[in-house]
């Protein structure tokens, strides 16, 4: 019915008013339950992780499982570390870092140049990129293998370092590229007239205006490292360097049934990044979908 | 100032570094793995095998072995299954998550986070989940009177890929959603108010306004999602390892088993090509209709 014809219908006022409204109550409610679904659907598992790292020994095997234990404890916390979970974070840690330092620094030299310099095959080259970040891990297993293994490198962290940073820049540099072109030149003219060389521009002008956009870049290195299993996998065989996700793997073969260590381990894995992710969200998420929508 | 041509020799310090890895480090295996896919090489019983030329020999022996297509089956329906999924969820999500004024970036924080954790953790938290007696999702189930008997999601033929896919949907999904929901958050309100004037209900402004509008990053997610779907493997690793009887091998995971399993680095190789070429089909189609896009005039 249209809205004109509404009016003119004869229909009281008040009717038009209280079926409005009326409408609007049930689709907020419908839009509450949907999000509380979604919601529940999405943060249920952690509350399940977290609620088994606590329990105690004798309450994680029972049939049906309890929900709400009576009482809680930190000995699987105490066991992991006890294995060497703390080792772990410190080397998941360091080569995560250490790739987030250099994804970042090449990243934004790779991005200035892509969106401010002129040069032959530049169309060319970014659509490339993307093509390196879809490659499907599977064609790179052998290869980098045979070749960290000649290397010399394998059960070391630079095969780490070295094959995460290559895994991260495709995304980050097509990230930064379309933030930073979305940066005025004049900025640029500005900071060249007064005498800047390019390279001092970068640092100087460009690199504080496009803060946001380096952050959601050092954070996608981080995430991307901090959760690499499957070269890891390949690359690590002493247990004293593994990384998080690995030692979590191993674990799982051997203690397969203790589930509250297991947990315990899960949720040391998973808090670094939950943390750094719930603290700098209103940076990320407009800047990991910037580029999104630029595309 | 002195205008040139191109800046050339500067733009070869500001992208070398990056672009040196990044070939290095992916064009070189692609290529590698190119080459190896026409050689028989492996580790045997005394250390490396030599290289042997056996040109299309493994791939002939790929195509007739029957678990290559099983595998490929099982590769089909979960990458086209789990897209689908994801971009209806996705789609629902952001809807409702744009209709939402107050808390929203509240509801986008709890709504990413399975996103951010690791997919090892995924796995196994979602094992533990799916856990024939201990897990909390057969006792929900039998709760609420769904099934008699509990399952054993993770052995069962028929059950263990969909409850992989349904781990994997929990931690994709958010990703597409708030690509979704940023090209939702474009849409003009004008076209929404338009067609309030005209007297549509809210049915009709979806799918005369919003679904035409996003149909673009649609499409784009949805490659998107495939391709990370096909190239996916943490999960499936930790979850079952390819069982139970190869129901959930996917093509990936027997790259995987060929090559550091029985150590046949040629077959691996080969196959690993096999899933390449297929990407870059997908990739090549994408390009090519976005060139398409841009080129012709709107």
Same mark, same amino acid.
């Given at each position: 019915?249209?809205?004109?014809?509404?009016?003119?219908?004869?229909?009281?006022?008040?009717?038009?008013?209280?079926?409005?409204?009326?409408?609007?109550?049930?689709?907020?409610?419908?839009?509450?339950?949907?999000?509380?679904?979604?919601?529940?659907?999405?943060?249920?598992?952690?509350?399940?992780?977290?609620?088994?790292?606590?329990?105690?020994?004798?309450?994680?095997?029972?049939?049906?499982?309890?929900?709400?234990?009576?009482?809680?404890?930190?000995?699987?916390?105490?066991?992991?570390?006890?294995?060497?979970?703390?080792?772990?974070?410190?080397?998941?840690?360091?080569?995560?870092?250490?790739?987030?330092?250099?994804?970042?620094?090449?990243?934004?030299?790779?991005?200035?140049?892509?969106?401010?310099?002129?040069?032959?095959?530049?169309?060319?080259?970014?659509?490339?990129?993307?093509?390196?970040?879809?490659?499907?891990?599977?064609?790179?297993?052998?290869?980098?293998?045979?070749?960290?293994?000649?290397?010399?490198?394998?059960?070391?962290?630079?095969?780490?370092?070295?094959?995460?940073?290559?895994?991260?820049?495709?995304?980050?540099?097509?990230?930064?590229?379309?933030?930073?072109?979305?940066?005025?030149?004049?900025?640029?003219?500005?900071?060249?007239?007064?005498?800047?060389?390019?390279?001092?521009?970068?640092?100087?002008?460009?690199?504080?205006?496009?803060?946001?956009?380096?952050?959601?870049?050092?954070?996608?290195?981080?995430?991307?490292?901090?959760?690499?299993?499957?070269?890891?996998?390949?690359?690590?065989?002493?247990?004293?360097?593994?990384?998080?996700?690995?030692?979590?793997?191993?674990?799982?073969?051997?203690?397969?049934?203790?589930?509250?260590?297991?947990?315990?381990?899960?949720?040391?894995?998973?808090?670094?990044?939950?943390?750094?992710?719930?603290?700098?969200?209103?940076?990320?998420?407009?800047?990991?979908?910037?580029?999104?929508?630029?595309? | 100032?002195?205008?040139?041509?191109?800046? @050339?020799?500067? /733009?070869?310090? %500001? $992208? *070398?570094? =990056?672009?040196?890895?990044? +070939?290095?480090?992916?064009?070189?295996?692609? #290529?590698?793995?190119?080459?190896?896919?026409?050689?028989?090489?492996?580790?045997?019983?005394? @250390?490396?095998? /030599?290289?042997? %030329? $056996? *040109?299309? =020999?493994?791939?002939?022996? +790929?195509?007739?072995?029957?678990?290559?297509? #099983?595998?490929?089956?099982?590769?089909?329906?979960?990458?086209?299954?789990?897209?689908?999924?994801?971009?209806?969820?996705?789609?629902?999500?952001?809807?409702?998550?744009?209709?939402?004024?107050?808390?929203?970036?509240?509801?986008? #924080?709890?709504?990413?986070?399975?996103?951010?954790?690791?997919?090892?953790?995924?796995?196994?938290?979602?094992?533990?989940?799916?856990?024939?007696?201990?897990?909390?999702?057969?006792?929900?189930?039998?709760?609420?009177?769904?099934?008699?008997?509990?399952?054993?999601?993770?052995?069962?033929?028929?059950?263990?890929?969909?409850?992989?896919?349904?781990?994997?949907?929990?931690?994709?999904?958010?990703?597409?959603?708030?690509?979704?929901?940023?090209?939702?958050?474009?849409?003009?309100?004008?076209?929404?108010?338009?067609?309030?004037?005209?007297?549509?209900?809210?049915?009709?402004?979806?799918?005369?306004?919003?679904?035409?509008?996003?149909?673009?990053?649609?499409?784009?997610?949805?490659?998107?999602?495939?391709?990370?779907?096909?190239?996916?493997?943490?999960?499936?690793?930790?979850?079952?390892?390819?069982?139970?009887?190869?129901?959930?091998?996917?093509?990936?995971?027997?790259?995987?088993?060929?090559?550091?399993?029985?150590?046949?680095?040629?077959?691996?190789?080969?196959?690993?090509?096999?899933?390449?070429?297929?990407?870059?089909?997908?990739?090549?189609?994408?390009?090519?209709?976005?060139?398409?896009?841009?080129?012709?005039?709107?």
């Amino acid at each position: 019915m249209r809205e004109s014809d509404r009016q003119l219908s004869g229909e009281p006022r008040c009717t038009q008013v209280i079926s409005r409204i009326w409408g609007k109550i049930t689709s907020n409610i419908i839009t509450f339950l949907v999000l509380l679904s979604l919601l529940s659907f999405s943060l249920f598992p952690f509350l399940w992780m977290g609620i088994t790292s606590l329990k105690l020994k004798k309450d994680l095997y029972l049939s049906p499982p309890v929900w709400i234990p009576s009482k809680i404890t930190f000995e699987h916390y105490q066991q992991i570390i006890k294995i060497g979970f703390g080792r772990f974070t410190v080397n998941s840690f360091y080569v995560a870092g250490v790739v987030t330092i250099i994804v970042v620094i090449l990243s934004t030299l790779a991005a200035y140049g892509f969106s401010r310099l002129r040069f032959v095959g530049k169309e060319f080259l970014l659509p490339v990129c993307l093509l390196g970040q879809l490659m499907p891990q599977s064609v790179m297993f052998v290869p980098f293998h045979r070749m960290m293994s000649s290397l010399g490198l394998v059960d070391t962290y630079w095969s780490l370092i070295i094959v995460y940073t290559a895994l991260s820049l495709p995304f980050s540099i097509w990230l930064l590229t379309g933030y930073l072109k979305s940066i005025s030149y004049s900025l640029d003219e500005a900071a060249m007239v007064d005498g800047c060389s390019r390279l001092q521009t970068m640092i100087r002008i460009i690199i504080p205006t496009a803060i946001p956009g380096i952050i959601s870049v050092a954070f996608y290195a981080f995430i991307i490292s901090w959760q690499e299993f499957l070269f890891a996998l390949i690359f690590i065989n002493d247990s004293r360097l593994r990384t998080l996700p690995l030692a979590l793997a191993a674990f799982k073969g051997q203690y397969e049934i203790n589930w509250g260590a297991m947990m315990a381990g899960a949720i040391t894995t998973t808090l670094p990044t939950a943390i750094f992710f719930v603290v700098l969200q209103r940076l990320l998420i407009p800047g990991l979908t910037a580029g999104a929508i630029k595309e | 100032m002195q205008k040139k041509k191109t800046d @050339g020799w500067l /733009a070869t310090y %500001f $992208i *070398g570094p =990056a672009l040196v890895i990044m +070939l290095g480090v992916i064009l070189y295996p692609v #290529v590698y793995n190119l080459i190896l896919s026409f050689f028989d090489f492996g580790i045997g019983q005394t @250390g490396l095998t /030599a290289m042997r %030329f $056996i *040109g299309i =020999a493994n791939f002939q022996e +790929l195509l007739s072995s029957r678990l290559f297509w #099983v595998a490929l089956k099982n590769t089909l329906i979960w990458t086209a299954g789990n897209t689908i999924i994801i971009e209806v969820l996705a789609l629902i999500a952001a809807i409702y998550l744009n209709k939402e004024i107050r808390g929203q970036s509240i509801y986008r #924080v709890a709504l990413l986070l399975p996103w951010v954790i690791p997919g090892v953790v995924t796995g196994i938290a979602w094992i533990y989940m799916f856990d024939v007696q201990f897990g909390p999702i057969n006792d929900l189930l039998k709760q609420l009177g769904w099934i008699r008997e509990y399952v054993s999601w993770l052995g069962g033929l028929g059950t263990a890929l969909v409850a992989i896919m349904i781990a994997y949907i929990w931690k994709v999904y958010p990703m597409a959603m708030t690509m979704l929901l940023a090209d939702l958050q474009s849409i003009p309100q004008e076209l929404y108010e338009a067609a309030k004037v005209d007297g549509v209900n809210s049915w009709q402004a979806f799918w005369y306004v919003t679904l035409p509008m996003l149909k673009g990053a649609i499409f784009t997610t949805s490659i998107f999602m495939a391709l990370t779907a096909f190239n996916s493997f943490d999960l499936i690793y930790i979850m079952t390892g390819g069982g139970p009887l190869d129901s959930t091998t996917t093509l990936g995971l027997r790259v995987y088993n060929l090559g550091f399993r029985q150590f046949e680095f040629g077959s691996a190789s080969a196959l690993a090509t096999i899933m390449f070429v297929g990407t870059v089909f997908v990739v090549g189609l994408m390009l090519y209709r976005r060139l398409r896009a841009t080129n012709t005039v709107s």
